[in-house]
């Protein structure tokens, strides 16, 4: 339901599989979620299953190595298949001990009958523990469009709200959780870079405290969730000079 928003990692390896329209940020968002999942103590691997979109798959490539993550790619001079690339994901993960796999699908500027049939069938396929719509804040009434096809199409798990710096995030954040009725569970995926003065509620950035969130303690801290009315337990890991907070919150894993 759109309250949990529990990140899980079951099976193995546990696959979690990223959708969203060209542009809305999947394939850096991937790599940001690799580099969360090697924090929680796991050894991800990156599958370049989008093979639409020129340079994705060396984007990932130069990604994956920065954070020295492995990233499995269709071979070189082999047909452009992404379901094939997607199915070689296994043995290749269990060759070298990696126990999330996570796929960076391909995209297209807007909703097509094509890109709706390739994603389910890569979901067929894969059967991810977690199906994440990652979504462009700054989309505005287009982010619900492209949201409500995804839905349609796909059992989301979960929301990634991307390009979060600007003042439309908030709106676009409420709309697609309604539409989709997926819990948002990542934020940008920059915990490690909020500017003092916001609060990041189990990975839902709300800025400058609104909805009357204040915390001013170090250790387990007790905040509201503005956008659901939820209590829950946060981890303090900084505060910013003016008693706002910074709550870098890591996910639950299950």
């Known amino acids: 339901g759109a309250g949990d928003r529990t990140f899980r990692l079951a099976g193995s390896p546990a696959v979690v599989m990223l959708v969203g329209l060209q542009g809305s940020g999947k394939t850096t968002s991937a790599a940001k979620l ?3 999942v090697v924090r929680m103590g796991r050894q991800p691997m990156l599958v370049a299953a989008d093979l639409q979109r020129p ?3 060396e984007q990932l490539r130069v990604l994956g190595r ?5 990233v499995h790619t269709a071979p070189e001079g082999g047909p452009a298949d992404p379901v094939e690339v997607a199915r070689t994901a296994f043995d290749e993960a269990a060759r070298l001990g990696r126990n999330v796999v996570i796929v960076d699908t391909a ?3 807007a909703i097509d009958e094509a890109l709706m049939r390739e994603i389910q069938e890569l979901h067929q396929l894969l059967n991810p523990v977690e199906t994440l719509f990652v979504v462009d804040a700054m989309q505005g009434q287009d982010a619900v469009n492209t949201a409500k096809a995804f839905k349609d199409a796909l059992p989301l798990t979960g929301i990634v709200l991307t390009k979060t710096d600007g003042d439309a995030r908030g709106g676009a954040a409420l709309s697609v959780r309604q ?3 997926a819990p948002i569970k ?3 995926l920059n915990s490690d870079r909020l500017a003092p003065g916001a ?3 189990n990975n839902v950035l709300v800025r400058g405290g609104q909805g009357g969130i204040k915390i001013s303690d170090f250790g387990l801290a007790l905040a509201i969730d503005a956008q659901a009315g939820l209590r829950e337990d946060l981890r303090l890991v900084a505060m910013s000079a003016t008693l706002d907070v910074v709550v870098a919150c890591a996910p639950v894993i299950a």
Do not use: K, M
């Open 179 to 181: 539409v989709t009725g």
């Open 34 to 36: 690799a580099r969360q």
């Open 107 to 109: 995209g297209r500027l």
């Open 66 to 70: 920065r954070i020295d993550v492995p």
């Open 55 to 57: 340079a994705a798959v």
């Open 186 to 188: 990542f934020d940008d």
């Open 199 to 201: 609060v990041l509620t």
